[in-house]
C-alpha cells in the first residue's frame, strides 16, 4: 500500500476497524476512528492493545487520558502518512507532546523527527524552552540530546531563580541541572535555588533519622500482605495502559527517598566556599541541616578564612621583601686623551667625610681636571 493510499484513507476514514476516544481534562472527549492493521505496525504498545489479550482487541474501542486531542490528531496524521515536513510549522509547545507521546507508545519514526526539528531549532529557544527540552529529553532517556541540552544551558546561562519550570523538575532532573550549572552560579544562589525547589514541593524540612525509621516500623505493622492469587487478580484486571512503559518518578511522600534525595542535593553544595554572611544568611537559618551539620561547616568556612588570611600574610611579606635596588651615582674617570664615564653604584647615604683619603683625593683631582 502507497502512502499516498493510506494517506486517502486518512481522510476519509473507509474501512475503519477500531475507534480512538480521547479524554481532556474538562471531561469531554473526541472520537477517532483509526485502521487496527495501522495503528499496530507505527506501535508495538497500539499491537498489544488491539491485537493481544485486552478489552481493546475484541471492542475496537481504545480509550486515552494521558493526550490532548488535538496532540493525538497530529499523531494519526503522521501515522497515515509519516510526512515530517508537517512538524516544521508546529510550535515548540506541540512539538514536545507529540514527541513525548511517540516515546510512551514507543512511536521510534516520530520520536526521531520531532528530536530532530528541536534540534535544528534550538538556537532560537528561550530559556524557559531549553528548560521544559532538558526536562523532555531526561523523560525520554536520550542521553545525546541530554547533552546537547546540558551544553547549550551552560552557553546561556541566565539565572533560573525565576523560572518556575525548574521547580517542576522530577529529582534526577533538578539534581542533574544542580551538576550542570555548578560553574555558573554561586554556591549561595546554588543553596537558595535547592531550598526553593524543596519548599515549592512540599518539603519544608529534613526528617531526623529516628522519625523516618519510626514511621518505616508504622508502615511495616500496618501494612498486609498480598497473597499470590490476589496478584494475579489483579494483574487480570490492570487496564490495557498498564502495558505502556512507565518512567520512574521520585517520590517526596517516601520519607526515606525524600530523606535520601535531600542529603544527595547537599551534598553538591561546598558549604566551605560560603563566606561567614553567606552561610549564616542561607544555611545557617535552613532547616534543611542539622545542627551538627550546621557547626561541622562554620567549622571549615572558619579553618578556610584562617587558611586564606595566613596565605595572604606571606604574600604581602614577600611583596616587601624585594625592594628596588639603589639608585647608582656616575664617577667620572680621567685619564690620558680623554675622559670616561662609568657607573658605579655607591651608598647615597654615605658622605664624603667617611671615605678614605685616597678616594677624596681622587675626587677633588678630577674635579680640578675637569675645570
Given at each position: 500500500m502507497s502512502i499516498c493510499c493510506m494517506m486517502e484513507l486518512g481522510r476519509t476514514n473507509r474501512h475503519t476497524d477500531c475507534t480512538f476516544i480521547i479524554e481532556d481534562e474538562s471531561g469531554g472527549s473526541q472520537s477517532f476512528p483509526c485502521h487496527k492493521l495501522l495503528f499496530s505496525c507505527a506501535s508495538d504498545v497500539f499491537d498489544r492493545m488491539l491485537y493481544g489479550d485486552y478489552i481493546e482487541s475484541t471492542s475496537g474501542v481504545v480509550r486515552l487520558n494521558d493526550v490532548q486531542p488535538d496532540i493525538f490528531e497530529k499523531f494519526r496524521d503522521y501515522v497515515y502518512g509519516y510526512e515530517c515536513d508537517k512538524l516544521q510549522k508546529y510550535d515548540f509547545d506541540t512539538l514536545i507532546r507529540l514527541c513525548e507521546f511517540a516515546n510512551k507508545y514507543l512511536v521510534q519514526s516520530l520520536e526521531e523527527d520531532c528530536v530532530k526539528d528541536l534540534l535544528i531549532r534550538k538556537n532560537t529557544f528561550d530559556m524557559?524552552?531549553?528548560?521544559?527540552?532538558?526536562?523532555?529529553?531526561?523523560?525520554?532517556?536520550?542521553?545525546?540530546?541530554?547533552?546537547?541540552?546540558?551544553?547549550?544551558?551552560?552557553?546561556?546561562?541566565?539565572?533560573?531563580?525565576?523560572?518556575?519550570?525548574?521547580?517542576?523538575?522530577?529529582?534526577?532532573?533538578?539534581?542533574?541541572?544542580?551538576?550542570?550549572?555548578?560553574?555558573?552560579?554561586?554556591?549561595?544562589?546554588?543553596?537558595?535555588?535547592?531550598?526553593m525547589y524543596l519548599k515549592y514541593n512540599g518539603i519544608e524540612e529534613l526528617e531526623s533519622a529516628g522519625q523516618v525509621d519510626s514511621q518505616d516500623a508504622t508502615e511495616a505493622n500496618t501494612t498486609t500482605i498480598t497473597t499470590t492469587?490476589?496478584?494475579?487478580?489483579?494483574?487480570?484486571?490492570?487496564?490495557?495502559?498498564?502495558?505502556?512503559?512507565?518512567?520512574?518518578?521520585?517520590?517526596?511522600?517516601?520519607?526515606?527517598?525524600?530523606?535520601?534525595?535531600?542529603?544527595?542535593?547537599?551534598?553538591?553544595?561546598?558549604?566551605?566556599?560560603?563566606?561567614?554572611?553567606?552561610?549564616?544568611?542561607?544555611?545557617?537559618?535552613?532547616?534543611?541541616?542539622?545542627?551538627?551539620?550546621?557547626?561541622?561547616?562554620?567549622?571549615?568556612?572558619a579553618k578556610n578564612c584562617v587558611t586564606a588570611k595566613d596565605e595572604l600574610q606571606l604574600k604581602m611579606a614577600l611583596t616587601t621583601e624585594q625592594k628596588p635596588p639603589l639608585p647608582s651615582e656616575s664617577r667620572r674617570i680621567v685619564h690620558m686623551g680623554g675622559s670616561l664615564m662609568r657607573d658605579e653604584p655607591t651608598a647615597s647615604s654615605v658622605t664624603s667625610h667617611y671615605l678614605s683619603r685616597p678616594i677624596r683625593r681622587y675626587r677633588a683631582w678630577s674635579a680640578h681636571s675637569d675645570v
Open positions: 524557559g524552552e531549553l528548560l521544559r527540552l532538558f526536562q523532555c529529553a531526561h523523560r525520554m532517556n536520550r542521553k545525546s540530546l541530554i547533552n546537547q541540552i546540558a551544553w547549550e544551558l551552560k552557553c546561556t546561562f541566565k539565572s533560573t531563580l525565576d523560572h518556575s519550570g525548574v521547580y517542576e523538575f522530577n529529582c534526577e532532573v533538578f539534581k542533574h541541572y544542580i551538576e550542570v550549572i555548578a560553574s555558573k552560579i554561586s554556591e549561595a544562589d546554588r543553596f537558595r535555588l535547592l531550598e492469587n490476589e496478584v494475579e487478580n489483579q494483574e487480570s484486571e490492570l487496564p490495557s495502559t498498564s502495558c505502556v512503559p512507565l518512567k520512574t518518578e521520585c517520590s517526596f511522600a517516601v520519607p526515606n527517598k525524600k530523606a535520601s534525595f535531600v542529603s544527595d542535593l547537599l551534598a553538591l553544595i561546598d558549604f566551605g566556599k560560603l563566606s561567614p554572611k553567606e552561610f549564616y544568611d542561607g544555611p545557617g537559618k535552613s532547616n534543611f541541616l542539622s545542627l551538627a551539620e550546621k557547626y561541622e561547616h562554620m567549622y571549615q568556612i
